[in-house]
Structures are given as structure tokens and as C-alpha cells.
């Protein structure tokens, strides 16, 4: 057991009032939730509810005095194509295509794949899915026919909707014929809707495929449709995650329960006022993609703008220029993202342009305090950076600084959110004193959790009765703020002193040379393990043995002799994931002196990475060994 739970009354309660104040139920719910952690297998969350999750986003915003707002802000990837969709625009393509839907057949239950770039039409394909009770799934447009053929299969989906092509970084990128060869292999799916984007030919098999707007302005679709009554418990949408070890898991979320947690932490962390410009630069591929620019904002009636391709292309100036041009306030990012644009340093705007912006918040890993200091001092006046604890099991973020400008939660991803009941814990689940370093854990269920975990009780084993394992190692503050300190997969153990990767990366990224970091753990005769890591400096800074030398006292003023990396390496770029995370599992082999065996790579958004470290490993020029 994980110590004295918080209490637990206390917590419900505060759900069931957010449930009062934010749910449009059709039935309402009899409990805000059954079960815990502890006494049943099972979990409920606002048992016997009924709802919509389409209606909360759309058709409740129409007699509000919002109908004409807008809903939906997209910039394409050139400057002059603009689309903007009020509630009603936005209601009546949602309508007509849910219409569509049902006249291919698809209804309650079945499940329809989306496979397209960023472009208004997903919004409104996973709204019309919403709608009609059909659950979605995802698939980042950046995916290989293979992977979109394992997702499809996997969740046993009946239509496509994709796009002839979409724009990434100023090419035109295939998309129907991907599409094609991953249906080829999966003839359960029966239709296959296509988006016009790219005027690309395309070849169109007769009785499976027609194009979306051909559909939708055909003569017998009507722009109302009936929202079906979802039980709370109902699958809204399927994601795929790849958690630590890169092979995709399905990751199924409810309609009732997953919308609650969507708005609360939608409002709480992000405060949208009713002008607000909300712009969250993740893909919609993503967990914070589905939550924080579709079911979270649009449910709180908000403003949301969406960006097609790379917001950093054909430079920083761009991404300024995107804020500059809507007037952003809101801006939910990644680290990577931050730091990109801290690398692009020459091209920054003045400060004039960013005066809209209120709030700056970053997910999906560690943001270092340089970076967020950096970005805090733009706009001439101190803005808000904050970082927020988000994962695709939690459906949203569980983890944020409970005001914008607490100075002291930088270097934190602050406290938990209200009604939210985390802890530390060692290995054997007992509770760790302030400061400590162990697993993060989850207490108490929350709203946003996982189908998966409230059914069955666990994914992969990770539901104990001391509660959820995020996976996720933390240290906390006497003020119950979190730092998170890495994966617990990646943790490193250097003579019995257990290290979270963030730190090492913390220290390194601190050095003005360097942009991306990353530490693993390689065998060490005498310690078990020892400190390994791969930076990326700065482009107008060359990777020598030099800067590795200079990094090396950085290093010995900032970390402890243990922590001190033995092994400096320079990498032009970092194995990542399509959705921006540093895939450490192969750095530890590069590290290990291992050159194959690098099992499934299709999570990778450049495999090509690995090959080139390989060398530069081999080459030995810009590898140090820091001899301790
Ligand atoms: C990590 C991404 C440090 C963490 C939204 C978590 C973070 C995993 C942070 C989930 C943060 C997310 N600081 N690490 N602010 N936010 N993570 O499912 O390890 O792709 O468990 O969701 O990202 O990744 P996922």
C-alpha cells in the first residue's frame, strides 16, 4: 500500500460538481464514479450517464450567444490559405457528414480510421464519429502504410477517411496511395473517403472510395443529424502509443469520463477566456492533439487555431508569425518546439508582436528552465511559461502549476490538478518522504483514465492497489510540487544510485552550445552502470572535441562525480518518435557499442539517425571519454 490515500469522499465530490457544472447529459448519471484502486477490479465513471461527446463541442454552443464565433481557425502551411468554420459552419459539415457516414452504413460501435494531414476536415471527422457514436482513430498522416495497415487492423476498422496528399515542409506528401497498399491488405474497410488537398492524382477504386465533398453536398444529405446517446462508459476514440518500448498498444478512451477530465483541466490549466486565441501546436495524431484542440477547447466553447505541417517552416520567423497574425493568447507546445525556436535566436521578433500572448505552456517532456526563461522574456513582459504532465493512458494533463506564475514551479510540472491524488513511491510501493526519487503513481482513479485500466483493472500490469504506475520516475517538494525526473525505463543506476534522465539532461542543455541532450545508462565494471550522452549543439556551433571538452567542466560545476557522464558524444540529431520524444532505448545500445538489433523502428520519425551516430560513434572524432 502507497501510504494514506488522499480522501477519497473529498475527490468525488469535487468531480461530481465538475460534472454538474461542465456535463450536458441526456441521462443523467446516477455516481460520478464507482470502484477504486483498492476494493473492486473495476472502475465506473458517471454510472448510467448518457451524453454526446459531439453535442458538448458543437450543438450546446449554438444558443449561447457563440453560434457565429469561431470555432475553428486554420492556417494552411501557405500564408494566404486561411479557413475559418463558426459553431454553425462547423455544426452543419459535422451534420452532413455524420449523415454521410450513416448512408455508408457506419453506425454505434464501428470503428472509423482518420488518416489525414492537419486540416479542418479532421476536426470535423472526429466530430461527426462523435456524433454518431462511431469511435475514431487517429492515425498521424506521417505513418507508413504498414503502420496505418496494423491500426486498422488492430481495431478492426470498417472506413477510411483520408486525403489525395497533404503539405509537409514544402513538399507534397502522398497520402491515398499510402492509404491504398494499407488497404490492399485490409478489405474489412468498406469505404474511403477522400479529401481534396493537394490536387495530387489519384486513382479511385470504384465502390469503396469517393471524395468527401462530393459526399457531403450530394443532394440527399441533410445538414442536421441526431446526436446518438452514448452510454458514459462507450469508446470515443482509439489511440496508439508507443510508450517505452516503441511497439504501438492501443489505448481505448470513454465518452463520459474522458470529456469531463478534457474540460476540467482544459479550464483549469489554461483558463481560456471567451476571446481567447487557443493554439495547441501538437499533431491531432496525438493524445494532446484530441484533448487540448478538439474535446477540451471546443467543448469549452473556445477559439482554436490550427496550424497544418511543421510550425517552424521555412523558419522561426513562421511561428511568430502565426502568433503575430491571430493575435494567439493560449500557446500549448512542446520542449522541442521552445528550444528550436531558442536556437533560431537571430530571427526573433519584436516584442510588439507577441504582446497577445498570456499563456505559454509546454508538454511531453521536460522543458528545461533555460528555455522556458528564454521564452518568458520575449514579449517585453514576463509571460508565463509553465510545463504540464500529460500521457495518452491519462487522457490529459494530470499535473500543472496551480497558478501561471508561480516562480517557484519552474523545474516542476507543479502540483497535481484538483482532484487528482498522486504519490511517490519506492519499489516495494511504500511512500517516499519529500524528495525522494521513486515511481510515480496515481492514487485514485480520474476521469480521463484509460477504458483499459478502469475494465480491466490494468495495461501491462500497472494498476496495483497502491494505484497507477505512470511509469514515470518523480521527486516531490515539501509544497507537493512534481519533478519529473524520466521514464523508469530509462532510469540509471550508478552504484546503487538510482538517476532519472531529466537531470543529467537538465545540466547539459543548460551549457548556451547545446540544443538537445539525451542520457542513457551503459554497463560499468565497477559501478553497474554509468552515465552516457549524446548532444546536439547549436547549428552555427561545431560538434568538436573541443565544445565536449568545455562540456565536460560545465559538467563537473554542475552535476555530482557520480552523475558525470563518462562518455561525451555529439549527434548532428536525436532518434526520435513522430510525436518529438527521444527514443533513449537505442541510444543505450548505440552507447553499448551495439550496432544492430534495433527491433521495430516504424515509430521513428527518421530512422536515418541511427546510422549516422553509428558512425559518428565509430569515427570516435567528436566522442570523448571523460577518464574518472
Ligand atoms: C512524458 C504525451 C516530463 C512522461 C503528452 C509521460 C513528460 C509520457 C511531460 C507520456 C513533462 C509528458 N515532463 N515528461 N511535462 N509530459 N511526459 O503518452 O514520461 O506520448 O509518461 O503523451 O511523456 O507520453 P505520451
Redesign the pocket.
Known sequence: MAGEKGTLPSLRQYWATQANELLHCSRRWEQVVRGDFTTTPTVEWLVNGELNAAVHCVDRHLTTGRRNKAALIWQGERDHEVRVYTYQMLFSEVCRLANVMKKKGIGRGDCVAIYLPMVPELVVTMLACARIGAPHTVVFSGFSAASLQSRLEDCRARMLITADGGLRAGRSIPLKPTADSALEEFAEVGSCLVVRRTDQKVEMVPGRDSWYHSELSAADISSDCEAESMAAGDPLFFLY????TGLPKQ?RHGTGGYLLHALSSCRQVFRLEEDDIFWST?DLG???GHTYSVYGPLGLGGTVLLHEGVPLYPGAARFWQVVEKFRVNKLYTA?AVIRALRRAEGALPPPAALSSLRLVA??????DPGSAGWFAGLAGRPVPVI????????GGIL?APRTPDDPASSGT?GTPLPGIDAAVVDESGHLLPTGGCGR?LIRHPWPGMALQLQEEGEIGGVVTDGGYD???LARRDEENRYV?L??QADLINVAGQQLGT?EIEAALLAHPSIIEAAAVGIADTERGQAVYAFVTPRHDVPGTRRLLEELRSHLADKLGPAVLPVGLQCAPSLPK?K?G?IVRRLLRKIASGEDGGFGDLSALADPSVLAVLLAEKRRGETKIHLNL
Open positions: 502509443t508507443s510508450g517505452a489505448v501538437a496525438w493524445i494532446t520542449p509546454s508538454v511531453g517532456e521536460p522543458v510545463d504540464t504532465w500529460c500521457q495518452t493512458e491519462a499535473f510540472v510515480l505512470t511509469g514515470d519529473i524520466g521514464r531529466a518518435t510525436s520524444k
